[in-house]
């Protein structure tokens, strides 16, 4: 006989396997063991960098015409190795002013790490020096043009026949401008020595032309050298007249607002045909020194410069510098402009 449930009681009957069945089911699971799985292996670590090298430039140069210095640029050291990044510094930097002298850099590099390395170099800075005046006029007779007495027979002493010629080259402006311009580099386009000599010239026949030349080359300063012709017969008052004159020359250069450098005349080698006697040029050369002293001008002793060696400076007919004897008087009144305008 086949027993029938009621349909309610049936249900609960399912109802109670289903729940029987998911507790085993349940507990079952708490109790399984699910395995761990295994980490990667790790990667080695990077290799570490050599430590920095810092390698500087050469050494820097620079020049300037001021007295403060310059700004200084130079190139920036190379690095190499270290851990990245690498940060290079110097003191002082790149572009700062540096004064007239030597100065060292001193550079050191760093890296990530904070391990360090150095190096330094100098920079130089030159002053280049310069002038507080450039132009020029030199005036005077055959001495300051340029004339230079060469021999015409074979023995070449004094009292051998002559000819007066004329070198452009060896003249004392020619060779003054050369010497300056080497000096003042940085002014050499407006540095200029006009020569304004005239050969056979006295100094009481020079006013006018020496009045044009001022108003014709309008120089900063006057280099005047004149009277030899004057004095060379010793006639009677030709040494106060040619001193009045010189006077009167000076003083309109220096109303004009010009430096004036008053020389005293070249001395003789004696027994030349042209030598001026000792006792006109001592009495001529000191009145240079009153009107010097008078009108402001300042002197330049080029007699006493070419005296030192007058066999060596002054030419066969005992009168003319020879060409030893042009550079001797350009480098006098060199020394002369130098030590009056050259800035400090």
């Not at 063991?33 to 990667?43: A, Q, R």
């Not at 700004?71 to 002082?92: D, K, R």
């Not at 450098?261 to 240079?288: C, E, H, Q, V």
């Amino acid at each position: 006989m086949v027993q029938v449930f009621p349909s309610s009681l049936r249900a609960r009957f399912i109802l109670a396997a289903v729940l029987v069945t998911a507790l085993g089911t349940a507990c079952s699971g708490s109790t399984a063991t699910s395995p761990t799985p295994t980490p990667p292996p790790l990667p080695p670590p990077p290799p570490v960098a050599a430590e920095p090298t810092l390698a500087c430039p050469n050494p820097v140069s620079a020049s300037t015409t001021a007295t403060t210095g310059i700004a200084v640029t130079y190139t920036a050291p190379t690095a190499e190795g270290g851990q990245s990044p690498v940060t290079v510094t110097c003191t002082p930097e790149s572009g700062t002013m540096f004064g007239v002298g030597q100065a060292s850099v001193e550079c050191t590099a760093e890296d990530s790490l904070a391990r360090t390395a150095s190096c330094s170099f100098p920079v130089t800075v030159t002053r280049i020096p310069s002038i507080s005046k450039t132009r020029l006029l030199a005036f005077g007779d055959s001495i300051t043009y340029g004339e230079v007495s060469f021999p015409v027979s074979s023995s070449g002493g004094l009292g051998t026949s002559f000819k007066l010629v004329q070198v452009p080259s060896a003249a004392y402006p020619t060779v003054l401008g050369k010497q300056l311009v080497a000096r003042y580099s940085s002014q050499k386009d407006s540095i200029s020595v006009a020569n304004y000599g005239l050969g056979g010239e006295k100094a009481v026949n020079a006013r006018d032309r020496f009045f044009a030349a001022l108003n014709t080359a309008r120089p900063d300063v006057v280099l005047l050298m004149e009277g030899s012709n004057d004095i060379a017969l010793g006639e009677d008052g030709a040494a106060s007249s040619a001193a009045r004159e010189i006077g009167i020359m000076v003083g309109e250069a220096r109303r004009r607002g010009m430096f004036v450098f008053l020389a005293t005349i070249a001395p003789g080698w004696p027994g030349g045909s042209k030598t001026i006697s000792p006792i006109l040029l001592t009495d001529y050369n000191n009145r240079m020194r009153s009107v010097a002293g008078s009108t402001g001008a300042t002197l330049v002793d080029i007699n006493a410069a070419l005296a030192t060696d007058v066999t060596r400076y002054i030419g066969v007919d005992g009168l003319h510098p020879n060409e030893a004897g042009y550079a001797k008087i350009a480098e006098t009144f060199y020394n002369a402009i130098r030590s009056q305008f050259e800035l400090p």
